[in-house]
């Protein structure tokens, strides 16, 4: 099945999605704008990661899951410094879904590459016989459609959510892409 369709609209889904997070930039508080950013980037990286055109740079240049690895770390160190603050309601949850967000995109960066050890990447297909990144692939899956579940019920079903912040379209969307990206590898 080509997937080639498919990957561009994600691609321009993520970049949509993180184009949307840029005016909350100019926002008051450096702590949020630090997860704004955090949004954006994490953006980019999967519209390039999902991309027919820019694939080959994820599963050629070794550093990548490194540089994954380090923002997850940071994220959940943010998420865990958030997470003690008083004044904050959510505490860490959405520090925590980047650092999760950041596995799910080592765990793809090297399953793509273990599907095509050449230096001639194909796209966002897997082969069947790398059967242990296609079910690592899926459990993230579940767990970004699971979050997005979540956030739904807590802003639009939850009683305590009535005086809440709108419904954080964004963060729903790119959840679903990267259940998407993460599906298209089992």
Same mark, same amino acid.
């Given at each position: 099945?080509?997937?080639? /369709?498919?990957?561009? &609209?994600?691609?321009?889904?993520?970049?949509?999605?993180?184009?949307?997070?840029?005016?909350?930039?100019?926002?008051?508080?450096?702590?949020?704008?630090?997860?704004?950013?955090?949004?954006?980037?994490?953006?980019?990286?999967?519209?390039?990661?999902?991309?027919?055109?820019?694939?080959?740079?994820?599963?050629?240049?070794?550093?990548?899951?490194?540089?994954?690895?380090?923002?997850?770390?940071?994220?959940?160190?943010?998420?865990?410094?958030?997470?003690?603050?008083?004044?904050?309601?959510?505490?860490? @949850?959405?520090?925590?879904?980047?650092? &999760? @967000?950041?596995?799910?995109?080592? !765990?793809?960066?090297?399953?793509?590459?273990? @599907?095509? $050890?050449?230096?001639? $990447?194909?796209?966002?297909?897997?082969?069947?016989?790398?059967?242990?990144?296609?079910?690592? !692939?899926?459990?993230?899956?579940?767990?970004?459609?699971?979050?997005?579940?979540?956030?739904?019920?807590?802003? &639009? &079903?939850?009683?305590?959510?009535?005086? @809440?912040?709108?419904? /954080?379209?964004?963060?729903?969307?790119?959840?679903?892409?990267?259940?998407?990206?993460?599906?298209?590898?089992?």
């Amino acid at each position: 099945m080509d997937l080639a /369709p498919i990957a561009w &609209v994600a691609a321009g889904m993520a970049l949509a999605m993180g184009a949307s997070e840029l005016p909350r930039l100019a926002g008051h508080r450096a702590f949020s704008r630090y997860g704004v950013t955090a949004d954006v980037l994490m953006s980019v990286c999967m519209a390039a990661m999902v991309c027919p055109a820019t694939v080959g740079v994820f599963t050629s240049v070794g550093w990548w899951p490194i540089l994954f690895v380090l923002a997850g770390v940071a994220c959940a160190v943010a998420g865990a410094r958030q997470a003690v603050r008083p004044d904050h309601r959510h505490g860490g @949850a959405h520090w925590f879904q980047h650092a &999760v @967000a950041c596995g799910a995109m080592v !765990c793809m960066v090297l399953a793509m590459r273990a @599907a095509h $050890p050449v230096h001639a $990447p194909t796209g966002m297909a897997m082969a069947k016989t790398v059967s242990g990144w296609a079910i690592a !692939c899926a459990v993230l899956a579940f767990y970004f459609m699971l979050s997005m579940a979540v956030t739904l019920w807590r802003q &639009v &079903v939850s009683e305590g959510s009535r005086s @809440a912040e709108a419904v /954080p379209m964004a963060r729903i969307a790119m959840a679903g892409i990267t259940a998407v990206m993460l599906l298209t590898m089992v």
